[in-house]
Every structure is written in C-alpha cells, then in structure tokens.
Nanobody, 115 residues
C-alpha cells in the first residue's frame, strides 16, 4: 500500500513563509494528480492546490497568488511553497494523490499562523 509522507508544517507569523513536502513511499507510483487540501477547525476540507503529472496546476481562490505547487515526478514528491501567510491559513494540510481508481491521503501536517 502506497503511503504519502508529509513534512514541513509548523508555525509562522503573518506574512511569513513555509514549505510543505509530500513524498510517496513507492518509486513506481506515478500518480496522475498530486495536491494539497486543508481543513480548518469547524470548516469543510478545501482544495489548496493540485498539479498533474504534466505540470498543469489548479489553486483554491483563497491562496491564488500566494502559494505555489510544484512536483518532482522522478521522486514522486509534491511541494507547496506558502508565502504571505495569513491567520486564516491555519489548518491541517493533507497531501493527496490520484491514481485511478484510488485516491491516497497523507496523515496531515499542522500549519499555524499567528503573531
């Protein structure tokens, strides 16, 4: 069973930056889509950003222009560069990978933005 291992969460001040990484446990995995979702307390899970294996990207409206997603297909790793962080970015961030017909999820990593 493929596992997605996230790293890079933590705390930051408003206006600061953090970088999340997510690596798949199997080299031959090659998912079509990898991405990040988040869930804040009391809110529904929402898409942060996703990227296809040929580089096509999608961003949630609230992070457009501040976050950047990238991917290293050789390493089966996806990254999320988060800039100009806001308190409302505080959430648990989950890595996601889609290889039809299965959707895989990471265990989640906490991001807290506060002064």
């Amino acid at each position: 069973q493929v596992q997605l291992v996230e790293s890079g969460g933590g705390s930051a001040q408003p206006g600061g930056s953090l970088r999340l990484s997510c690596a798949a446990s199997e080299r031959a995995f090659s998912p079509k889509v990898m991405g990040w979702y988040r869930r804040a307390p009391g809110k529904q899970r929402e898409l942060v950003a996703s990227i296809t294996d040929d580089g096509g990207t999608t961003y949630g409206d609230t992070v457009l222009g501040r976050f950047a997603i990238s991917r290293d297909n050789a390493k089966n790793t996806v990254y999320l560069e988060m800039n100009n962080l806001k308190p409302e970015d505080t959430a648990t961030y989950y890595c996601n990978a889609v290889k039809v017909p299965t959707i895989y999820w990471g265990q989640g990593t906490q991001v807290t933005v506060s002064s």
